[in-house]
């Protein structure tokens, strides 16, 4: 078929090969032929191979079935065909044009969709070979750009330096947590808390702190003074009490005008070491009998005095140090001969019997308690032990001593104690 055939464009468009709807409706519909149906549908295929086989001779006309009964209808059943009140619902062929347009429509769809499949799918295929073509293009330029790059050299960390980072790093997560814990609302009440107990233990326990302190540290201060001391009698000294101890560097006064009564020798301790003079152990510096001097090693620190450690240091001392005491304006010289611990109750210890001149110093033990008591004996070595006087009598005394000790602690304070 040629588009610029004005004869088939003519036939075309004035006279259509496919009967109108108003052909094939009536009143009363005809009877289904079997045999004019197929005739019909013969005069269409006809028709169509022409048309696309290029054939350009009209084809001559056929009177088909629907035709002739069109012609035997009279002129009112003509009129009542055409009239859109007077149709009816029933067409020919329903069912062939339902299903003909059925698969018109699926050819369609199915067209456009696997022609709009296979086109993305090409759009989608070329960008990814585009990408694929750019990362090949850009590994070669990474690893020229790697290779022009200087590569940093490898450090090794010392044990120093990596203890170093390691504290560093240990330093930062603990400043982290205490940030942590400043923040907390519970921090207060725990800071309060912590602060009352950490006052509360200093209370109770400060004289072990500082009895130890000052017993480590006291080897530090000797004078040399008090080191090197002339044990001879004829020695001119002052003539105020002393008791001199180079070996743990003990240079303090004596205080003899003291009763033994507690209250009366811890007052006495707080000028130095006081004379614990009872009935059988009375003697002094001179005189025949054991001459009993006492000291603190600790005591609390709210306590007055400035010899509140001055024995911190008195278990230090072995047989054969020497202990000189300044009595009179005259020098005495004493030798160890024995260490001894016993109870504040064994005052019995302190009293026996001896034809020698006598020195026992008494202080607590263990260091900043004050459950036990330590004696350290000498025996007087000069002047001769020959020439010592006798000591004074004295009447037995019926009261009962305890040997001095420490003031009470806090908790012994708080619950109203009144000796240690």
Not at 262 to 286: C, L
Request: glycine share 4%.
């Amino acid at each position: 078929m040629r588009p610029d055939d004005p004869n088939q464009q003519q036939r075309r468009v004035g006279a259509p090969l496919i009967p109108q709807r108003s052909l094939l409706q009536s009143q009363t519909p005809p009877s289904r032929d079997t045999n004019a149906s197929a005739a019909a549908a013969n005069v269409v295929r006809n028709q169509l191979d022409n048309i696309y086989d290029g054939h350009t001779s009209t084809p001559t006309p056929q009177t088909t079935p629907v035709e002739q009964h069109a012609a035997q209808q009279t002129p009112q059943q003509s009129i009542a065909a055409d009239s859109p009140y007077e149709r009816t619902h029933t067409t020919a062929h329903p069912a062939a044009q339902s299903d003909q347009w059925k698969q018109y429509h699926s050819a369609w769809q199915d067209y456009y969709q696997k022609y709009y499949e296979r086109y993305y799918v090409g759009e989608v295929y070329k960008a990814q070979k585009a990408l694929e073509d750019q990362a090949k293009e850009a590994v070669p330029a990474a690893a020229a750009i790697a290779a022009e790059k200087p590569q940093p050299a490898h450090e090794e960390f010392t044990k120093d330096e990596a203890m170093y980072d390691l504290r560093k790093k240990l330093l930062g997560n603990i400043q982290e947590s205490a940030k942590k814990v400043r923040k907390s609302r519970h921090f207060v009440p725990i800071t309060a808390a912590a602060c009352v107990v950490v006052l509360f233990l200093f209370l109770q326990y400060n004289r072990i702190l500082f009895a130890n302190v000052h017993a480590y540290i006291s080897p530090g201060n000797i004078d040399p003074v008090n080191i090197i001391v002339d044990p001879s009698e004829t020695v001119a000294v002052s003539p105020e009490p002393k008791l001199i101890i180079p070996k743990i560097n003990v240079d303090v006064p004596v205080v003899y005008d003291v009763t033994p009564d507690y209250d009366a020798q811890m007052r006495a301790m707080e000028s130095g070491v006081a004379w614990f003079g009872i009935p059988g152990a009375n003697s002094k510096p001179g005189q025949v009998g054991n001459t009993v001097l006492s000291g603190h090693s600790s005591n609390d620190v709210i306590d007055r005095g400035e010899y509140k450690f001055i024995f911190a240091r008195l278990e230090h001392m072995q047989e054969g140090d020497l202990i000189y005491v300044n009595y009179q304006s005259k020098r005495y010289t004493y030798s160890v001969t024995r260490k001894e611990v016993v109870k504040p109750t064994e005052v019995s210890k302190l009293v026996y019997e001896t034809d020698k001149p006598v020195l026992t110093l008494i202080t607590c033990t263990p260091l900043g308690t004050s459950l036990n008591r330590l004696l350290v004996t000498a025996e007087q070595i000069s002047p001769s032990p020959s020439e010592a006087q006798s000591a004074p009598a004295t009447s037995a005394s019926t009261e009962p001593v305890k040997i001095p000790g420490n003031s009470p602690t806090f908790l012994q304070r708080l619950f109203g104690a009144t000796e240690n």
